[in-house]
């Protein structure tokens, strides 16, 4: 009787295993790498949200003046990292050692945040955290696309940027509490955002597989027998990514930084200066909840609809932030314009490069996210430079203006040279068969 259940067992456990797909299940490692950028979000977030109202109310920067420090640390500083984290990572088999350096950087850049006081070493700490921000990104994005089959790149990026987003709504709403409750004390803050830090870094090292176990598959080339990085330029950045890359840059040229909008949002609403971090709670909220759906259907629709589609979300995100500059605007202005704001970034960051990582092979992976990601920070560094100048000189109404012409002038370009139609564009770049 004992070995008649046990059979029965067997059985239901064989067609129990025969429902549950190989690969349907997203693995471990990928839920590795988002505790790790969730904890370290947090530690971010803490100090960048509070970074607005620090800079324009503290210290009194013009607009012109904060969009230089925005830009700067929004992007500035993370285009030669990423482009270093690229180069890094082409074929080496080291993603995890040079993620975790990155880990590393910005949990140095919390220490020294400790000791610093005026505000060139303060700009130079924070830059330091870019810097470590951008060496980290593609090392760590190799390691995710490597992790999962190709048909589930969305949602794992999506999964990932979604556990990410929970540590940006936590980051703010915990530096407001600390705000709230202790006024004025940052070394408080630093301090938090330093425990954070330095647990995402021991969550890396623990929980994320070494490069060994699959970072980069078997039929990698070898470090000793791979060509100048020159010769495979055509394998890194295709022809069709190229002009996907372009298109990219464009729309990103005309998309307003969200510490700009909080900026003109703490303003516009006259918030008191504790309650500036909890701007970006709407938005990471909309982006915790939409980032993994978001991800889950450009694997079906098409990533590089839900990416364009993505931008058109921002004009009337554009209009609301101009109707906003008059007076007082109702509440429920506020919670659109977050919401749409968190409703751009998750079809965004993790949609491309789910669509790049596709479209490259898997050695050169690392090397053509870093790319992506180098091209747009610039693109959103000049951005927020731009705006800035602009708000300066023409109020904040002529620049939502001119940034909303610009955006449907790009949105017209990429429907006229659409990269989904180009000659040659591989097929992963394509809707993706269900």
């Known amino acids: 009787m004992p070995m008649y259940f046990a059979e029965i067992y067997n059985q239901w456990r064989s067609r129990r295993g025969a429902r549950r797909q190989p690969g349907q299940a997203l693995p471990r490692t990928v839920y590795a790498l988002g505790a790790t950028s969730l904890l370290t979000d947090v530690s971010t977030e803490m100090v960048a949200s509070v970074l607005p109202v620090y800079l324009m109310l503290a210290l009194h920067l013009s607009p012109a003046e904060f969009g230089v420090a925005d830009g700067l640390f929004r992007g500035g500083a993370a285009v030669a990292a990423l482009l270093l984290g690229g180069l890094l990572t082409y074929g080496s088999g080291r993603s995890k050692l040079i993620a975790g350096a990155g880990y590393g950087m910005?949990?140095?850049?919390?220490?020294?945040?400790?000791?610093?006081?005026?505000?060139?070493?303060?700009?130079?700490?924070?830059?330091?955290d870019r810097l470590g921000k951008g060496l980290r990104a593609a090392p760590r994005d190799t390691i995710l696309a490597a992790s999962v089959a190709p048909h589930q790149l969305g949602l794992a990026f999506g999964t990932h940027r979604a556990m990410d987003g929970a540590g940006a709504l936590a980051g703010p709403l915990l530096a407001a509490g600390l705000l709230w409750l202790a006024p004025q004390q940052y070394t408080l803050l630093f301090l938090v955002a330093l425990a954070f830090a330095l647990a995402g870094m021991a969550v890396f090292g623990r929980l994320v597989p070494a490069d060994a176990a699959g970072t980069l598959p078997a039929s990698a080339p070898r470090a000793q027998d791979r060509l100048a990085l020159r010769t495979h330029w055509q394998r890194c950045l295709p022809p069709a990514c190229r002009k996907l890359l372009a298109a990219a840059m464009l729309l990103s040229l005309f998309?307003?930084?969200?510490?700009?909008?909080?900026?003109?949002?703490?303003?516009?609403?006259?918030?008191?200066?504790?309650?500036?971090?909890?701007?970006?709670?709407?938005?990471?909220?909309?982006?915790?909840?939409?980032?993994?759906?978001?991800?889950?259907?450009?694997?079906?629709?098409?990533r590089l609809r839900v990416f364009v589609g993505a931008h058109i979300v921002l004009l009337p995100l554009y209009g609301l932030l101009w109707g906003a500059a008059g007076a007082t605007p109702p509440v429920w202005q506020a919670a659109a314009l977050v919401l749409l704001l968190g409703c751009y970034v998750a079809a965004t960051d993790g949609v491309l490069m789910a669509a790049v990582a596709a479209a490259v092979p898997p050695a050169a992976r690392g090397m053509s996210l870093a790319l992506f990601a180098a091209g747009i920070a610039a693109a959103k560094l000049a951005s927020s430079m731009l705006f800035g100048i602009l708000w300066d000189r023409y109020d904040v109404t002529g620049a939502v203006l001119v940034y909303g012409a610009g955006l449907l002038c790009a949105l017209a370009l990429f429907a006229l040279f659409n990269p989904m139609r180009l000659a040659g564009v591989p097929a992963q770049l394509l809707p993706d068969t269900p």
Do not use: H, N
């Open 106 to 128: 910005s949990v140095l850049a919390k220490l020294a945040l400790l000791a610093s006081g005026a505000f060139a070493a303060i700009v130079a700490c924070l830059a330091l």
């Open 255 to 302: 998309t307003v930084s969200e510490g700009m909008i909080y900026a003109q949002m703490q303003q516009s609403f006259a918030l008191e200066p504790f309650m500036q971090p909890l701007l970006p709670v709407g938005t990471a909220a909309a982006f915790l909840l939409l980032a993994a759906p978001i991800g889950w259907l450009a694997d079906r629709a098409g």
